[in-house]
């Protein structure tokens, strides 16, 4: 089922209008059935999806990493050019090392899930008029929850009603100190820190407490929409895409590599973004002033945005190659003039290759400004609406 929240600003919608819009009820919340028919149609409320692998599946992924390719590709070279003996002993250790890997990631998977099961986050949920706790994974858009100090956001949400409520969250803005919550409506316009009456998924309640509803889930929810995530997600083999974004992958792995360096280089951010005030060395004869860490924020800083240049490269090549797999379909007049505007650039990859070079190439189109002039100028053409804030920046 399509969140018919996904593409609008219900930050700026009345808390009572929006309980309507989601068939809900502020009181009694959603119905049983309609929390189970939601489920199925929504699915659950993870950011990744946890598909357990079968013990055949996994013995053979322990043949499938790249030094265990080589090793059986030089055995079948030995045996070829008459060193059997040789190719005999290197398909014994191939053997033995897939068997102890699988027995490991075996027992590893069967302790991972075991203490999964125990530390299982929950979350209280009104539904038919009664008070009860469920699993986070099972809450759906329309359910309402009761929140008190300590407790983790299941998902995004709106407040309906809250008291001296504080909320943590570092996880999505950076920001140490807590956000002060209220249930006014914040404008459509506002920024996802100054979005006061919305809680998030990954953030928790630092004190007072509050009864909201559920907006989004899962992959949807802001902390499932961070870019590292997005590419992951196109990753999985869901939505007709292949695995890893390619149809023969090869020693490249495909687009994992592209994507393990988004998720680094968004870490690597969230250290450059610790405030300098708090670990800088003493400077200025051993007095902390503004002006001696305004040299060590700003080098952070300019770290930070080409960080963010790479990683809106690799996604944007990603989103690209994935477009071009679920042709014949076509995506909106706006999205299709980007792609077609990557492409003239960076070409679609029919085989596993390494991506440095096509990387480097959009992040250029991504610095100098020249995809969103293209963007802007096809939009303004369309009269089509884009947040073109950030167009009075200048490199």
């Known amino acids: 089922m399509r969140n018919i929240l996904q593409e609008i600003e219900y930050w700026s919608i009345p808390g009572t209008e929006l309980v309507r819009r989601l068939n809900s009820n502020q009181a009694k919340g959603l119905s049983n059935s309609q929390a189970k028919e939601g489920l199925i149609s929504y699915g659950k409320n993870l950011v990744k999806s ?30 070829f050019l008459g060193e059997k003996e040789d190719a005999i ?68 949400c709106l407040i309906l009603e809250c008291n001296d409520l504080f909320v943590n969250e570092a996880t999505l803005t950076g920001e140490s100190y807590p956000s002060e919550k209220s249930v006014r409506t914040s404008p459509k316009e506002a920024e996802l820190r100054d979005r006061a009456n919305c809680l998030f998924k990954g953030t928790f309640i630092v004190s007072g407490a509050a009864k909201a509803i559920i907006t989004r889930t899962g992959a949807s929810t802001e902390l499932g929409n961070i870019s590292d995530r997005r590419c992951y997600l196109l990753l999985e083999g869901k939505w007709g895409l292949p695995m890893l974004l390619m149809k023969d992958v090869g020693l490249n792995s495909g687009f994992m590599i592209p994507q393990y360096t988004t998720a680094a280089l968004v870490t690597e951010n969230k250290t450059l973004c ?70 003239q650039f960076v070409g679609f990859a029919e085989e596993d290759r390494i991506f440095a070079d096509d990387i480097e190439q959009i992040k250029q189109l991504i610095s100098n400004f020249s995809f969103v002039e293209h963007c802007n100028a096809f939009a303004g053409k369309k009269k089509i609406h884009l947040n073109t804030g950030f167009g009075a920046f200048s490199l």
């Not at 946890?50 to 045996?79: E, G, M, W």
């Not at 708090?278 to 902390?288: H, R, V």
């Not at 700003?298 to 042709?327: H, P, T, W, Y």
């Open 89 to 156: 002993i290197i398909i014994i250790i191939v053997v033995i090392s897939g068997i102890l890997g699988f027995w490991q990631e075996k027992r590893a998977n069967e302790a991972v899930n075991k203490l999964l099961a125990i530390v299982e986050p929950k979350c209280k949920v009104i539904r038919d008029g009664i008070l009860q706790e469920v699993v986070s994974e099972v809450v759906i858009p329309g359910d309402i929850v009761v929140l008190k100090s300590g407790d983790s956001v299941p998902a995004d």
């Open 274 to 343: 610790f405030p300098a005030s708090a670990d800088s060395i003493p400077t200025s004869l051993g007095q902390e002033d503004h002006v001696s860490m305004g040299s060590i924020s700003g080098r952070k800083l300019n770290q930070v945005l080409d960080n963010l240049e790479f990683i809106l490269a690799i996604e944007l090549l990603s989103a690209c190659q994935a477009i071009e797999f679920r042709r014949p379909l076509k995506s909106s007049e706006i999205l299709e003039s980007a792609h077609d505007y990557v492409r």
């Open 50 to 79: 946890n598909k357990k692998r079968d013990s055949l599946s996994l013995l053979i992924s322990q043949f499938k990493t790249p030094i265990i390719i080589i090793f059986i590709f030089t055995a079948v070279l030995s045996f």
